[in-house]
């Protein structure tokens, strides 16, 4: 008899649906089957059985210009286990002279003994450490440590490389047998674009969009393609949002380069037209900006085709206070997504026909897990971790602010409603999310060292 058995439940896999009970002993699922006994049984009657999903681009309780990203990681963890996320995947920043492990100790202890999932954390490359002798040698103490991933970008002051650091930070790490996650643009063009719209007097949110055209965006994912193929490192762009940057990936993989990519809900489903609504434009500016509903619908045939691989969230949270701002150059960029990402692909995707069942799992947790070097999530299987969704379908949830778990006090999907969301969430075989109540205690999760 095991310790605990999910009854009655549809089963869905990235591989494969199925009508079975699931059996969980010691943090693990140990078999799946008909006729299993427990000691303890969830009825799942009605609803599908999925791996908990894996958010692998998050910032929770991220410093940025004096201001800490409203979400710390109890209330971001917490939120993400309302919405079916089991693990997800934040950022190490060193500081100038940090060594990388200094960094990652510091961030672990930030979050041990308060997420209430369990989680990884990218080991991000800044201009100066690119550039300064010798610090490129830590790389595959970082990699050992349980880093897999390297963040490296391509924008913003401080942190852009240009293609020379680019092309040694990805041998490094390809050296050290890590991986590289990329935001691309390319952000010293852009730098000029947005100073000559500010010369202009053009101060209003939907000049963001304006100043930060697709084809840089796309030119971008290129350049880094073949650096990453002369490197030979496996290659990773975060928030993909045109359809331009999607060509890109399309023929780079073509060619035979180790190349993935992935979106976020706001580029499946918001617009840059948000910019113009009244008083709250500043709210949508995100990097790289909102496109079009073209490219909306582009984005969802990516996913379902393979040329995109991942829905991710970026979820970087501020108050409405905080992104207002007296032009757009100062807003500072993200938006909070964490909770209804599950549900949002599902409703957007599955029940209007853009993805199958098992192709929802599939860019919610099964890729992530797989690429990120997550070897026991993401999947139902025996010696798998025991993090379980029970996700009711019918259950139709309206989106607002009191309605979820965030801290940033809005959200960019107020209004929607949707159909399909989780009712009980396992952690490892532990039950954190009961009838849609978190029931954990922070400090639940632990920090996976990724391979």
Known sequence: MY??????????????????????????????????????????????????????????????????????????????????????????????????????????????????IDFGLHMTIPTWHATTPHALDEVPAAVAAGCLTFKMYQAYQGMVLDDVALLRALTAVAEAGGRTVLHSETGPVLDILRADALAEGHTEPIWHAYTRPAPLEASAVHRAAELADLAGCPLYIFHVGCQESVWEIIQARARGIDIWGETCPQYLLLTAEEHLGGLNGELYVCAPPLRTYDDNQ??????????????????????????????????????????????????????????????????????????????????????????????????????????????????????????????????????????????????????????
């Open 298 to 451: 582009l984005l969802w045939q990516a996913l379902a085709r393979d040329d995109l691989q991942v829905v991710s969230t970026d979820h970087c949270p501020w108050t409405a206070e905080e992104k207002r701002q007296p032009d757009f150059t100062l807003i500072p960029g993200g938006v909070p997504s964490i909770e209804a990402r599950l549900a949002l692909v599902h409703h957007f995707g599955v029940n209007q026909g853009a993805l199958t069942l098992e192709r929802w799992v599939q860019v919610c947790a099964t890729n992530a897990a797989r690429w990120m070097g997550l070897e026991r999530k993401g999947r139902l299987a025996p010696g798998c971790d025991a993090d379980v969704v029970i996700f009711d379908p019918e259950r139709v949830k309206y989106i607002a602010p009191d309605t979820l778990h965030e801290h940033a006090g809005w959200t960019p999907y107020e209004g929607l409603e949707v159909t399909g969301w989780p009712r009980t969430v396992l952690l490892r075989g532990q039950l954190i999310v009961e009838d849609e109540q978190y029931v954990g205690m922070p400090g639940d999760g632990r920090f996976v060292e990724r391979r």
């Open 3 to 116: 310790d605990l058995l999910i009854r009655n439940g549809v089963i869905i896999n990235s591989d494969g649906i199925v009508n079975a009970d699931l059996a969980i002993q010691d943090e693990r699922i140990v078999a799946i089957g008909l006729g299993l006994a427990g000691r303890r049984v969830i009825d799942a009657d009605g609803c599908y059985v999925i791996p908990g999903a894996i958010d692998p681009h998050v910032h929770l309780q991220m410093p940025l210009a004096g201001r800490v990203s409203s979400d710390t990681f109890r209330s971001g963890t917490i939120a993400a286990a309302c919405g079916g996320t089991t693990t997800v995947i934040d950022f190490v920043e060193p500081q100038p002279g940090q060594s990388m492990l200094a960094a990652l100790a510091q961030r672990r202890a930030e979050a041990i003994g308060e997420v209430a």
